[in-house]
């Protein structure tokens, strides 16, 4: 890629010209059914705030389920009378709660929130346009995503409950309903919702590509864009690039269930005491095509939470980033690695022993730009003047949960140490921390951040220190044991550690695990309470609180339809802190510099 | 107030990580039972230390940068030279790909080609494991050393899990059991995997071994038990209802014990 040809001040409509003439929309067109990409983008925020909240209520099933085995929740049978019976889970409920927990926090809350909802949020008005290139695509993409996740949580009510096959979904066990209870119609409709949701998720992305593309204020090269857009323009190429294999599986498994092909059954196959008349198909295709998604996917998750920490950081650091152009090469480089290295996650499938070598190695290799990035992160802490809002405890959460996250990649992607790991908690450990947690801290973060800009109030800084101490201390507990469940053996989506002799001395860490669960959900209700009352009682915010440089600052909080009056004309690249102006310590991207 | 938040938050991460360190190093994995387990164990090992020393290192410093920034009334030197930047990029690059390529190649590919690459010795014991919802299928060729045919279309859970062919002379001395797998003590194991319906995961805690039973293929596994004693299988693929409790047995036994053991089988299966 050539910054030179990307570098001039691109023009377009949508940033040239006069603001446009103020139609006064309706409370409909101007609320529900908007183009406008700060509506969206907050649309986006609260329908994946909602479903957090429902994966969270799954997460606590799972943890009582895996905290107190046996124990007869009375209460909760009231209120799950299929699932919990006698107030004890049924086997298929915890599969389909594991599945769904999965899939509603991966696709429906970061991916919604994080990447979707700051995506559009942020990206316009960081890079001085009116909208997305794309303002109606924009708005149905919001809606096909509203259907696709009312869907998805629909499937908890069709016969034999919601998909119970992870939320990897790997045949046979998806691919024919007599093999699990979730593999009835929840599956269909599981692969349904994926199906809307790639289809929504694509426009959103081609829409960021473009907008970074072409709607960029003049005199904003690429080099002096926010990391955040950086993180979003390189996450939203990957997301182009890797979803359409799975839309295919996703019709291919759809074939298979409904209409006798055999693109993952093999021929043999004997579930429930009957043959199936299937003949040719490969399971591990189903797993090449799922990954060839799946490892791109979790940086599509996690390069905008990077981004938004580094554009966090300085402005309570008064510091520019550390290595502004190191670190947009680390983001170029981990997204064409992240690429062609989906067969880590089928080290011990039967593939190949040596592709596994060869995916081991060039995994690894990702540890080097990564590893740069985080210590660029780091060291932007280096010489700072620090205030320690809530924004920036979670910034700093960030940082931390990447390190140990990132570090037990050093493990997994090593084949041979993966023999052992493998398909354990280390995993659930792992990707927790990564995908997991770096994006939530990263989301509440950005929250914290950005709710004056978005609503106009400021949140409360008491309750939201509190709820970072109430979220870190906890989050960082669960799976950071959780890893060392995975080297005592302990293997991943069991319902009960109850019945192998050597998983006995397990179920008092998972005791642990759960209260520590328990703890880390009831501190969210701080997030909820402050989130809502601020909203309504917040101090009334200026239009840049934080002192800080980039172009979404110069607007008003929040700011106008159309974003900008007249066309922002950009000086300065996004980190300029530490400088003398008459603002104060720090000169946004529009104040002319003094040597041009 | 603000030096004390300082502090707490600093004392935050550096509790953290030392808590964590302390209580990795209590953790113990399952007793070792194979010979090339060592050498994931030494994979392991290599990679607790490194790894674990970076996380206490990282976490060390994040905590120094807050306890000190929240002192700081003006900020250090806007930017570090662009030769500290390129510098303390490459030191790290370098660095991190010495620990992660350089384990991965001295200690890890030498365990993987021996236990992947490595020529099946002639004195394996060879066991067919057929794995289904929610149990292991084990299957010894008998002293012919050959497994009788199977077909797809006679397996009856009852009475023909495996699917046998009666008429197959192969097939007359092989020893079926459930959930049951003996081998010899220091005598290498060849298992050949399979599934009937849907993919699990064998796996050996105490001998570093887990491969996925896919249907359609039959990989294997050689490895060289080293303990006499009483282990568990477990299913690590989520294969099910009862995942969970997909157990089964796996007997390091003498050579002497063995042979009674396959005879006593073969006796309960009613001398097929």
Same mark, same amino acid.
């Given at each position: ?44 925020? !609260? ?74 949020? !942020? ?63 929840? @599956? ?43 993180? *979003? ?69 996690i390069?905008?939470a990077l981004?938004i920490a580094c +554009?966090i950081l ?60 985080g210590?660029?992160m ?15 405890l979670f910034s700093l959460g960030v940082i931390a949960l990447f390190g ?33 947690g770096v994006t939530l801290l990263a989301t509440f973060g950005a929250?914290? %951040? ?22 870190f ?26 019945? %192998?002799? *050597?998983? @006995? ?25 402050? %989130? ?56 946004? @991207? ?7 | ?44 090992? *290599? ?36 030769? $500290? ?42 066991? +067919? ?21 199977? +077909? ?44 009937? +319906?849907?993919?699990?995961? %064998? ?14 293929? $039959? ?54």
């Open positions: 890629m050539s910054t030179h040809v990307l570098g001039g001040p691109p023009r377009s409509p949508h940033n040239v010209g006069p603001a446009p003439v103020e139609h006064e929309p309706g409370f409909i067109r101007r609320y529900v059914f908007s183009t406008d990409h700060k509506i969206i983008g907050i649309q986006y925020i !609260l329908t994946g705030l909602v479903m957090a909240i429902a994966g969270a209520a799954l997460a606590t099933l799972i943890r009582l389920q895996l905290g107190w085995p046996e124990h007869h929740w009375l209460w909760l049978s009231r209120l799950l009378p299929v699932g919990m019976p006698s107030g004890v889970m049924t086997p298929e409920f915890y599969l389909a709660v594991v599945t769904m927990h999965g899939t509603i926090m991966v696709f429906f809350f970061v991916s919604f929130v994080l990447v979707s909802g700051f995506g559009n949020y !942020l990206v316009p008005l960081q890079v001085g346009a009116r909208d997305m290139a794309f303002p109606f695509l924009n708005m149905l993409s919001y809606w096909i995503a509203l259907l696709s996740a009312v869907t998805m949580l629909a499937s908890f009510l069709v016969e034999g409950g919601a998909a119970a096959a992870g939320w990897t979904a790997y045949p046979p066990l998806s691919a024919v309903a007599a093999a699990v209870p979730g593999s009835q119609m929840g @599956q269909t409709i599981w692969l349904l919702s994926m199906a809307l949701f790639i289809a929504s998720f694509t426009m959103s992305g081609l829409n960021i590509v473009a907008t970074v593309f072409s709607v960029r204020a003049p005199g904003l090269s690429m080099m002096r864009l926010p990391l955040t857009v950086w993180s *979003y323009f390189i996450a939203s190429i990957l997301g182009l690039l890797a979803f359409p294999p799975l839309t295919a599986a996703a019709v291919m498994l759809l074939l298979d269930r409904h209409f006798g092909t055999s693109f993952f059954l093999p021929s043999g196959l004997i579930i429930a005491n009957k043959v199936l008349p299937n003949t040719g198909g490969s399971p591990l295709l189903w797993q090449h095509l799922f990954w060839f998604l799946g490892h791109p996917e979790v940086y599509v998750l390069l905008p981004g +554009d300085p402005a309570f650091t008064r510091k520019p980033v550390f290595g502004y152009r190191i670190s947009v090469w680390c983001l170029v480089a981990v997204g064409c690695l992240s690429m062609i290295v989906w067969g880590h996650h089928m080290f011990v499938s039967g593939m190949s022993p040596f592709s596994g070598e060869y995916f081991s190695l060039v995994t690894l290799t990702i540890t080097v730009p990564m590893t740069i990035f210590v660029n780091l060291a932007s802490l280096w010489g700072a003047k620090l205030q320690l809002t809530t924004a920036m140990s996250g990132g570090l037990g990649g050093l493990f997994l992607g090593n084949a041979t140490a993966d023999m052992q790991l493998h398909d354990t908690y280390f995993v659930v450990g792992h990707f927790h921390m990564m995908i997991g929250i914290y %951040f950005w709710f004056p800009k978005m609503f106009g109030r400021m949140m409360n800084e008491t309750l939201g220190k509190l709820h970072f101490w109430f979220t201390a906890p989050f960082f507990l669960i799976f950071f044991m959780q890893h060392f469940l995975g080297l005592q053996g302990a293997p991943r989506r069991y319902y009960a550690f109850t019945a %192998f002799d *050597y998983l @006995q001395k397990t179920r008092g860490q998972n005791l642990v695990i759960s209260i520590a669960a328990m703890v880390l959900i009831s501190g969210q209700f701080l997030f909820l309470v402050n %989130f809502v009352w601020s909203l309504f009682r917040g101090h009334r915010a200026a239009a840049n609180p934080w002192h800080a440089t980039t172009l979404e600052w110069t607007v008003a909080s929040p700011p106008p339809h159309g974003n900008f009056d007249a066309v922002p004309v950009v000086q300065r690249w996004a980190y300029e802190y530490g400088v003398q102006t008459i603002d104060g310590d720090f000169a946004v @991207q529009t104040v002319p510099s003094v040597s041009a | 107030m603000k030096t004390l938040e300082g502090w707490l938050v600093s004392l935050l991460f550096a509790g953290t990580a030392i808590a964590g360190v302390v209580y990795g190093s209590g953790i113990r994995m399952p007793e070792l039972a194979s010979r090339h387990g060592a050498g994931i164990d030494a994979m392991l090992a *290599y990679l607790l230390v490194t790894v674990g020393g970076l996380f206490l290192a990282g976490y060390l410093a994040l905590a120094y940068f807050i306890w000190r920034g929240v002192r700081r009334a003006e900020i250090g030197p806007r930017f570090a030279t662009r030769k $500290t930047e390129i510098l303390l990029s490459g030191a790290l690059g370098l660095g991190m790909a010495v620990i992660a390529e350089g384990g991965v190649l001295a200690i890890g590919m030498p365990v993987w080609q021996e236990y992947f690459a490595a020529a099946t010795p002639a004195d394996a014991i060879t066991i +067919d494991v057929t794995a289904q919802q929610f149990m292991w299928n084990v299957r010894y060729p008998g002293p012919d050393g050959r497994f009788g045919r199977t +077909d797809p279309r006679l397996v009856d859970d009852s009475s023909n899990p495996l699917g046998l062919v009666p008429d197959d002379p192969a097939g007359k001395d092989d020893v079926v059991t459930l959930n049951e797998i003996a081998v010899v003590v220091n005598r290498p194991v060849r298992i050949q995997l399979r599934s009937k +319906d849907v993919i699990h995961s %064998f796996f050996l805690p105490n001998f570093r071994v887990k491969q996925d039973a896919v249907p359609g293929m $039959t990989p294997e596994v050689v490895f060289v038990p080293t303990r006499t004693g009483e282990f568990e299988i477990a299913c690590a693929e989520l294969c099910g209802l009862a995942h969970y409790r997909m157990r089964g047995f796996f007997h390091v036994l003498t050579a002497e014990q063995f042979e009674n053991w396959l005879r006593l089988q073969s006796a309960a299966a009613g001398g097929r």
